[in-house]
């Protein structure tokens, strides 16, 4: 059965688009302990994301909610 999740559709603070935020992202968000919604869409999170690993530490991030620090 569903657990409180439906599918909703958010804007991307990047580029603008509407973008699904499907039940299992928002699982996948739940059980990481995001308690936000993502920002980007996926193709911008994927960019970002490689953006990311291709630069290193060198750059400051300012959006570090994806990150979750133990
Ligand atoms: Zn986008």
Redesign the pocket.
């Given at each position: 059965m569903a657990n409180g999740f439906k599918p909703r559709v958010l804007i991307?603070s990047?580029?603008g688009?509407e973008?699904a935020f499907t039940v299992a992202a928002q699982e996948y968000f739940a059980e990481r302990g995001y308690t936000e919604d993502p920002k980007?869409?996926k193709?911008?999170y994927t960019q970002y994301k490689k953006t990311k690993r291709d630069s290193g530490r060198s750059t400051p991030v300012s959006s570090s909610r994806y990150q979750i620090r133990k």
């Open positions: 991307c990047e580029c688009e973008f980007k869409c193709a911008c």
